[in-house]
């Protein structure tokens, strides 16, 4: 079992930026492929961007792609999410998820997950 701990949410004016940063405990971090995911009010939680075990392979979703940078240090157990020039539309809980097979889209594929980081953009 791996548990994850997001941090580095809050809020920020349209165009600003935020790191979002996810540590892991238990297992073997290396061992797992990492996603983020968000869910607004109202909305089903969708994908964000994905890393495998190696960080080789980082799929983004269209609405974040050449915005948002998805990467994970392994020595230190930690995802990160690096997000520029926001957007209102980014406003969301923001959760950190991990499974040991694919770096997947599908948020059900994940059996691990942390709690969220509020993600607030004010326009």
């Known amino acids: 079992q791996v548990q994850l701990v997001e941090s580095g949410g809050g809020l920020v004016q349209a165009g600003g930026s935020l790191t979002l940063s996810c540590a892991a405990s238990?297992?073997?971090?290396?061992?797992?492929?990492m996603g983020w995911f968000r869910q607004a009010p109202g909305k089903e939680r969708e994908f964000v961007a994905v890393?495998?075990?190696?960080?080789?392979?980082?799929p983004y979703a269209d609405s974040v792609k050449g915005r948002f940078t998805i990467s994970r240090d392994n020595a230190k157990k930690t995802m990160y999410l690096q997000m520029n020039n926001l957007k209102p539309e980014d406003t969301a809980v923001y959760y950190c998820?991990?499974?040991?097979?694919?770096?997947?889209?599908?948020?059900?594929?994940?059996?691990?997950w942390g709690q969220g980081t509020q993600v607030t953009v004010s326009s």
């Open positions: 998820a991990a499974n040991l097979l694919l770096a997947t889209t599908w948020p059900i594929r994940y059996d691990y």
């Open positions: 890393i495998s075990q190696s960080g080789d392979d980082t």
């Open positions: 238990g297992d073997t971090f290396s061992n797992y492929a």
